[in-house]
């Protein structure tokens, strides 16, 4: 029996390092924009909305909910066998319409997960490299609180629900009301090309869970 290939690791760069650097302490972070307050994720070297070189991160909630996801039962890529079947996602973040993270969903059988499920990251030590966020499915206990995520990987996943249940429009409003430190918008920011053509990619063919370069 062969040792088992180790997963490939992300490459932090000067621009990403900030990120990964607070995944180690349990945080996540999210470059923002000092010009317009937008966040911007992947981390960009200029603003997409309003080409402001002046981005900062900053910490946010790690609630979302699941936009889209994809259950992988053969990894093509060295290092996920074991994990098979897994499911990556994309996550809209709670702080703003639009802001999308990436990452797999742990603690939860891949038939229970839903479009629209609320989730708040979570932290798995990627062995050789450290804690990478990924998401779980946030307990109803918690999605009327106010505290904070807490980083554990294990959870029971709520049963799956009927589609008149929980939708994807309410919880993203929820979820939108309980920031208040920007203006509301009557409509979405513009969504930059780039992340229009990585979601799209992600969606149709994601191998294994993508991260910021
Ligand atoms: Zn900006």
Redesign the pocket.
């Known amino acids: 029996m062969n040792a088992p290939q180790e997963r490939p690791h992300p490459a932090p760069t000067p621009l990403t390092e900030p990120y990964w650097s607070a995944c180690r302490t349990g945080r996540l972070v999210i470059q923002r924009?000092a010009?317009?307050r937008?966040y911007v994720h992947f981390p960009e070297p200029a603003?997409p909305?309003?080409r402001?070189t002046a981005l900062g991160f900053e910490p946010v909630s790690g609630r979302g909910h699941v936009l889209t996801y994809t259950v992988i039962h053969r990894p093509f890529v060295p290092g996920f066998a074991d994990l098979a079947p897994y499911a990556v996602a994309w996550v809209e973040l709670v702080e703003q319409p639009g802001l999308r993270a990436f990452g797999g969903i742990r603690g939860c059988p891949t038939d229970g997960i839903t479009i629209g499920m609320p989730v708040a990251a979570t932290f798995t030590d990627l062995p050789g490299f450290g804690p990478i966020p990924d998401f779980r499915p946030l307990g109803p206990e918690e999605r009327d609180g106010r505290s904070p995520a807490t980083p554990r990987a294990t959870r029971s996943c709520p049963a799956r629900a009927a589609p008149d249940d929980h939708g994807p429009v309410e919880p993203r409003r929820a979820g939108v009301r309980d920031v208040g430190e920007r203006p509301r918008e009557s409509t979405p920011p513009p969504q930059p090309e780039h992340i229009r053509r990585r979601a799209t990619s992600a969606a149709e063919s994601t191998p294994a869970p993508r991260r910021p370069p």
């Open positions: 924009c010009g317009c937008r603003c909305f309003c402001g």
